[in-house]
């Protein structure tokens, strides 16, 4: 469907600019029949995006959703190799898998679906604790909170990034008129030194008049190229400032919540996975903040300036380029979904490795006097190579994704200037040199807008997976309230009268030792 819905999208852009009609006479039928292309892209993008929908829910795999058992659907996989069940830790060849968290479960635990004792889970004093799946919504709404005491700094980094962007914006619309100013003063400057008139020439001035627009153009985008400098620089700091003390703000908070929490926390939750939380996590939750979320709203802007842009300088050629935008879209968002997904387990692996190395090192003596070096040594490199091998398998899929996109962006330059060179040439200057230079400019900035966008989403969604851990444990409330209780000030003076009984049973061995002397 993907192939079929890119072929109809490029036999719509070739037909769109091969279309004439009687435009000079009608100028109303022109607009009415640009929309009705556009109309056309529309429909068939929504075609194949409900297609897709229609087989994707068609043939999804419901699975078995137990809270109280374990937070994500767990699905049965036959023939395994090398698993154990992590409830009994028994060999399994069949299991009830997460493949959120890489978590198994034998067909008899299963059954049983008491993980009273089971480790590595989220649970208080009445139980396990039923913990939600972190949305990309939700992400963000997370996110959006946390940067609330940073509000004034952060308003300040995105009026400075608003501001620059528009002046980026703006800046290849002077880089054509400075190509459209040196055509215009050479011919100016070729038909006074000949005495010559060229047919050609679509200036109004003189040589001189031609050289001082010129200049003046190339003043004005050396001014704006120095002020996206300045505001540029200024924009790092602020949202660096911003992302650094939000990185505090959610350390503190994480420690604040993990010293609240019940007995019961402790005893499920491994040592390694928290500190995995506390350190590592925190800082990939934090991330886009200063390093994705300035690049995501700049883009953004870019994105629609540049659309607007390339429809104002020539909607023909927009047609023809825009035939690859939605299949580009629909590559990075499928690429997008499934890393997600694949980093959510690599964050695990590398958990659940750190619970082992801290355990480890917990207990030394014991490992030294057992000589079991090398089976601690074994279980860390397995979580190693787990994390390994799904990392490698994200960065073959995101090459292949790169590839397509490359090939659609690749097809749709070559299309641009071999259609605008063709027109650029004709003799009625539909479009000029400066108009086309400016129109591809336009296009490219369009188009490192997209790719752009989808790198970040991509590391917003694979930011996603280590915040799912952090603010499960920052919204999680303790089944006993710390808090609850009579204050200390209150509870200072009062007499308080407790009895207490203590039975002592002791039991004395008396060894009596006779010693009988018997005279005949």
Known sequence: MFVVASAAQVYVGIKCISFDCEWQQRPTLKLVQTVLFLSTLALVNLESFLSKRLVMVCTKEEGFFIPEFHPHRLYFQPNLTNHRCDMCRNRITESYICKMCNWDCCAACFNKKDKATGEGIIRG???VKDVRNLSFGRYLAKGLRLIAPELPLFLLALSLLAVNSSI??????????IMDAVVNAHHACLAEAHNISLQNYTGTGSCAEEQRSFLDNVLIYFALSFATSVLSALRQLCFMLVGRRIILHIRDRVFESVLEQDIAFFDGMKTGDLQQRLSSDVRSMASPVFSALPTLLSNVILLVGGVVMCFVVSWRLSMLA?????????????????????????FQDFADGNAIANEAVSNIRTIRAASSEAFERERFRHTLAKAFGKGIKDATIGSVATFLNGSLDLGAGVLILWYGGSIAMQADGAITVGALIKYQLYYNMMNNAIQALSNILNSFTRAAGAAERVLNVIDLKPDID?????????????SVTVTVTVTVTVTVTVTVTVTVTVTV
């Open 322 to 346: 825009f035939t690859t935008v939605m299949p580009i879209m629909h590559v990075t968002r499928a690429y997008a979904e499934w890393s997600s997904k694949i980093n959510r387990e690599i």
């Open 482 to 494: 710390p808090t609850a209780g009579a204050p200390v000030d209150v509870a200072v003076g009062v």
């Open 168 to 177: 980026r914006l703006f800046m290849p619309n002077y880089q054509g008129t």
């Open 125 to 127: 004093d009445k139980g």
